[in-house]
């Protein structure tokens, strides 16, 4: 079997749902007969599911600054001839999960990328823009080729999902409840998101990508919501501060920084359910005026992220 018909999938997850998503993408591949290669990403201590409120916070400042976890050695003799590479995972804190740090900065799987094509796939709450401009920066530091990217999200309000997914992850309780919708990507849209692989088969037939990306925004694969723009562009600066400022305190489990991230959670909690109503009806109240700085910001956005402008779901 020829080099463009092998596909390797290179994936980190803790609820299942990012391998879900990533084997539906690729089921028409292997229904035409490609060879799809899985390999999990595994920290050598692995992150715990359902997390105690502790260790979610303590997460925060490596996974926001993107310090690496070490991973088990990854065996890589039977995907060098892989034609297409495929990187699944989800966001932490408005980055990579910690895991996906370490991947990108292994020096090995940086050599491993080099010169290869590279699509990500991405189950995600709601925020997924600023992972993808380091994804963007991770893939050009390894010399590869960034040549498609699918986002699904969590339909659910802003809050209502904040809610929903700490309820999973904490309690491990994803299913609807008699108020709330069922935490994650719908499955729905995961069923659904076999056609993102029929643009990869088609791609991959004709051994041309570069077209790739709008087909993939032709059938939903971004979904770009400007308030919640608005609010992750901000978060992610102040989040960057305050990771420095708990780093500071000490290591990752450090009791030295358990007081910093004692302040960090309340901070967090304040400004999700008392100051982000008031910030996002002043986006909308705004709205009108910031049709031309959005638009601005959304062509940069595709134009960082190496995508056609105009493309993206509204």
């Known amino acids: 079997m020829g080099t463009e018909y092998k596909v390797v999938v290179f994936y980190y997850t803790q609820t ?3 391998l879900e998503i990533v084997q539906k993408v690729c089921e028409p591949l292997v229904s035409a007969g490609m060879q799809v290669i899985y390999k999990e990403i595994v920290p ?37 001839d892989a034609g297409l590479v495929i990187v699944a995972g989800q966001s932490w804190y408005l980055s990579h999960s910690i895991p996906l740090h370490g991947f990108f900065q292994s020096s090995a799987i940086k050599d491993y990328l080099k010169g290869r094509k590279i699509v990500t796939v991405d189950g995600c709450r709601n925020m997924w823009v600023m992972k993808q401009l380091k994804t963007r920066a991770y893939l050009y530091e390894a010399g590869a080729h960034y040549v498609g990217s699918v986002v699904l999200q969590d339909p659910a309000p802003n809050l209502v999902s904040v809610i929903t997914i700490l309820r999973w992850l904490l309690h491990n309780k994803k ?76 290591p990752y489990n450090s009791p030295a920084r358990e007081n910093a991230l004692r302040f960090f959670k309340y ?6 359910f008392v100051i982000s109503p008031f910030g996002l009806l002043f986006f909308y109240l705004t709205y009108p005026f910031r049709r031309s700085s959005l638009r601005k910001a959304e062509k940069e956005m595709c134009y960082e ?7 993206i779901i509204e």
């Open 44 to 80: 050598e201590e692995p992150f715990p599911l359902p997390w105690t409120v502790r260790s979610f916070f303590q997460v925060f400042p490596e996974s926001r600054l993107g310090i690496p976890c070490r991973l088990k050695a990854m065996d890589l003799s039977d995907v060098q």
């Open 16 to 18: 299942g749902q990012a």
């Open 175 to 250: 299913e609807a409840t008699r108020f709330l919708p069922a935490a994650g990507v719908t499955p729905e849209d995961i069923q659904n998101a076999t056609c993102f692989g029929d643009c990869l088969l088609e791609a991959m037939q004709r051994n041309t990508f570069h077209a790739l990306q709008i087909n993939l925004m032709s059938k939903k694969a971004i979904t770009f919501l400007p308030a919640v723009y608005f609010i992750e562009k901000n978060g992610f600066k102040l989040w960057g501060q305050w990771a420095r400022f708990i780093l500071k305190k000490g």
């Open 305 to 311: 992220l190496g995508w056609t402008e105009g493309q």
């Open 267 to 272: 901070y967090l909690f304040f400004v999700l």
